[in-house]
């Protein structure tokens, strides 16, 4: 971001992960719809800046596995830009844990980032977004596949179970000023690494979800202008 206090009525909102990837299709398409996007990062830095600078502002790193850091994140976003009316949950983690091997720290790591963090970067940014004047909206991303419980992920796709979860009981719980809502990629983009033929197979055998980075940016654009969410507080 500029550094500045988003005065001009210029709306903020903050994509974590917000960087590289669908992330980055998100932070950009939001900018174009006239957002200051705050891109968030964790290690890749420097993707997340230059997109940031391309964006005509500024990422900023974050980790969700550190709740303890989430009360100076805000404040520093309140400082920075004064106010939050979108506040986007990208990010997450999706390592292969086979349930024969999966530790149990390895467990603990993908509800940490997938769960826990999203749930108290929210709790830590509610008050940011019940200033903003006109409203606010929270979006979580979640995975159109996360109901098959795959064997080798079953970490990460109970993590999002419980993060849909999460996102209807606080529709429900917030006031009709902030509104939330859940997207659901089906299989978009492959983990680095991925073998090619093995994932035009499965995306061949797979119809559920949105299936491109501006797909699932667009439909948190539409989220985000009040039309389609899966949960809502408030009527479409
Ligand atoms: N790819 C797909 O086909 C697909 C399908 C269904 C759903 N989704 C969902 O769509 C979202 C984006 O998917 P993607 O494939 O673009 O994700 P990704 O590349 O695996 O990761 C997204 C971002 O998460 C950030 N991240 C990882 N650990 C973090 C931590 N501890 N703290 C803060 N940020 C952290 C990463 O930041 P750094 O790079 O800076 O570390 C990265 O930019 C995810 O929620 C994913 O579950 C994706």
């Known amino acids: 971001m500029k550094n500045r206090m988003s005065e001009d009525g210029r709306k903020v909102a903050l994509v974590t992960g917000g960087g590289r990837r669908i ?14 996007v705050v891109p968030t990062y ?3 830095r420097l993707e997340a800046e230059n997109l940031a600078a391309e964006l ?10 550190r709740p303890s850091t989430f009360a100076r994140f805000a404040d520093r ?14 990010a997450a983690v999706f390592p292969r844990t086979p349930l024969p091997a999966v530790t149990p720290a390895e467990w603990d790591a993908v509800f940490a980032v997938n769960l826990r963090g999203p749930v108290l970067l929210t709790r830590a940014l509610l008050p940011l977004m019940l200033d903003a004047a ?16 795959w064997p080798a992920y079953l970490p990460y796709c109970l993590s999002k179970i419980a993060l849909e ?12 000023a902030i509104r939330v809502g859940v997207v659901r990629p089906g299989l978009v983009l492959p983990p680095p690494g991925f073998p090619k033929e093995r ?14 980075p501006n797909g699932v ?3 948190i654009l539409q989220f985000a202008r009040g039309e389609g969410t899966i949960f809502s507080n408030q009527s479409p």
């Open 134 to 149: 006109k409203g606010a909206a929270v979006c979580f991303v979640g995975d159109a596949g996360a109901g098959n419980l």
């Open 56 to 65: 005509g502002g500024e990422a900023v790193r974050l980790d969700l596995s």
């Open 199 to 212: 994932w035009e197979r499965l995306r061949r055998g797979s119809g559920r979800g949105i299936r491109t």
């Open 23 to 36: 992330g980055a299709a998100i932070s950009a398409a939001l900018a174009r719809s006239g957002y200051d």
């Open 42 to 44: 964790r290690s890749a």
């Open 165 to 176: 979860a999460f996102a209807a009981g606080l529709a429900a719980a917030v006031p009709p």
């Open 77 to 90: 976003l309140k400082r920075r830009h004064g106010r939050l009316d979108l506040l986007v949950h990208n």
């Open 217 to 219: 940016a667009r439909a």
